[in-house]
């Protein structure tokens, strides 16, 4: 069984700092990664996707892609009580056409 | 307003008592799924399609059925529900791209309680 591994969290952070979120998957061949935002009761949102290893960056948020290490990650700077959420990592099944979560890591910012 | 509209949003039903969840998108998109999310579980793929009349089992099949006759509907259906298909239920959609898996517009979720 292929698995995306998080940090369940909750990862408190002071409001203005970097969260950092974590992010390791099995499936060496998988080809695109994607970070989404859930607040409670809510749908998830995507943030970011990522096909490529490296950095990309949109607004306040980067994600960072190592394929050698089967990591992926995401920033958040400046971070704001609003951020505050469960954010999910998924992945592609590369066997199939599956899309596989992560189980999330709650992130709490600090007023 | 592009979007993936499932109804009904909120369901308290019996077991045993045959039930559908729709969903439908607006963004003409090829692929579409559904999860179930329970605590501590995470989204957990149910079923997905790769286009009209193209479906197939996601990691947690057992009890459900899906059909997709038309590009932009693919709805859950759950003939026999049990109490163990309580759950938070969300229908999305994608592009698809065979090289290079999209991301997911995701509805608003169906909170399903079977008693």
């Known amino acids: 069984q292929k698995e995306v591994e998080q940090n369940s969290g909750p990862l408190s952070v002071p409001e203005g700092a970097i969260a950092s979120l974590n992010c390791t998957y099995s499936?060496?061949?998988?080809?695109?990664f994607f970070w989404y935002r859930q607040y409670s009761g809510k749908s998830p949102e995507l943030i970011m996707s990522i096909y490529s290893n490296g950095d990309k960056e949109d607004g306040r948020f980067t994600a960072q892609l190592n394929k050698a290490s089967q990591y992926v990650s995401l920033l958040i700077r400046d971070s704001q009580p609003s951020d505050s959420a469960t954010y999910l990592c998924a992945v592609n099944d590369s066997g199939t056409y599956k899309y596989i979560f992560g189980t999330g890591t709650r992130l709490k910012v600090l007023a | 307003e592009a979007q993936v509209t499932q109804n009904p949003r909120y369901l308290i039903t019996v077991t045993g008592k045959k039930l559908t969840v729709t969903c439908s998108q607006n963004m003409n998109h090829e692929y579409m799924s559904w999860y179930r999310q329970d605590p501590g579980l995470g989204l957990r793929q149910i079923y997905y399609?790769?286009?009209?009349?193209?479906?197939d089992k996601g990691d947690v099949p057992e009890g459900y059925k899906v059909s997709r006759k038309e590009k932009r509907n693919f709805p859950l259906i759950l003939e026999s529900p049990s109490p163990n298909q309580t759950s938070l239920y969300f229908c999305a959609s994608s592009l698809f791209f065979t090289g290079a898996p999209q991301p997911q517009h995701f509805g608003d979720g169906t909170r399903l309680s079977i008693l």
């Open positions: 499936d060496r061949v998988s080809q695109s």
């Open positions: 399609s790769m286009n009209v009349e193209v479906t």
